[in-house]
């Protein structure tokens, strides 16, 4: 599957499109995006080039990637995936959590890859041919493979479609924080993940692992 941002009207080129945002503005915010991690929305509201009602504007809500484990749907925001690939063998570290499958080597940068079934408490499945791994850029821009059953589509979800996660809502044995939302896409119940505190909560066993083997 191509890059993302090749397939799908990303939020530069919809507040370019809307007359708020110039190219060179564009590439600029791309630019720190990649040094800092930092979410491509906020370093625009940060420089004053447009306001966050201009984002919720032209979003009118979010474009999330859908994907499975264990047959149960989820979703995460597509500003910092970078591109979704098919499974491959990832080579071991020794002493690393078992969440952590191995690392791969993407376009020259060793990544880690996490296997979100075993990270979020699901059944795990050994992979298929409909495996795949989202490369998504973190904080700091470490990259990051997290490793699913299958993709299913990249779609927006409206402000309409949106729901607090609370109480009974809750989907079971996953932190509060873990969590942005809850969402109906095409009649199927979606779990958003706030991929970035899932990540950060493993993050210093992570650096753990790649230090010993000498890739940190």
């Keep these: 599957m191509p890059p993302l941002r090749q397939q799908f009207r990303n939020l530069g080129a919809l507040l370019m499109e809307k007359g708020l945002l110039t190219q060179s503005q564009l590439d600029s915010a791309l630019d720190e995006?990649?040094?800092?991690?930092?979410k491509l929305g906020r370093?625009?509201?940060?420089?004053?080039?447009?306001?966050?009602?201009?984002?919720l504007s032209v979003l009118q809500g979010m474009m999330v990637?859908?994907?499975?484990?264990?047959?149960e749907d989820y979703g995460v925001e597509t500003l910092l995936v970078r591109e979704i690939i098919r499974h491959q063998p990832s080579r071991a570290l020794p002493g690393a959590p078992l969440w952590l499958e191995g690392v791969i080597d993407y376009?020259?940068?060793?990544?880690?890859?996490v296997n979100m079934a075993r990270r979020l408490?699901?059944?795990d499945a050994p992979p298929d041919a409909g495996s795949r791994i989202i490369i998504y850029e973190g904080a700091g821009g470490r990259g990051w493979g997290l490793q699913v059953d299958g993709v299913?589509?990249?779609?927006?979800?409206?402000?309409?479609?949106?729901?607090?996660?609370?109480g009974a809502l809750q989907p079971k044995g996953l932190p509060q924080r873990w969590l942005a939302g809850l969402a109906r896409v095409h009649d199927r119940s979606l779990v958003l993940l706030n991929i970035e505190e899932v990540l950060v909560s493993g993050a210093a066993e992570t650096a753990g692992a790649l230090a010993e083997e000498g890739l940190q």
């Design 43 to 55: 370093i625009l509201v940060t420089r004053g080039w447009v306001r966050d009602k201009d984002i």
């Design 152 to 166: 299913s589509a990249v779609a927006q979800v409206g402000r309409e479609q949106l729901e607090e996660v609370r």
């Design 121 to 123: 408490g699901r059944e």
């Design 65 to 71: 990637v859908v994907f499975q484990l264990a047959g």
């Design 107 to 113: 376009r020259g940068q060793v990544v880690p890859v």
């Design 33 to 38: 995006q990649k040094r800092t991690g930092e």
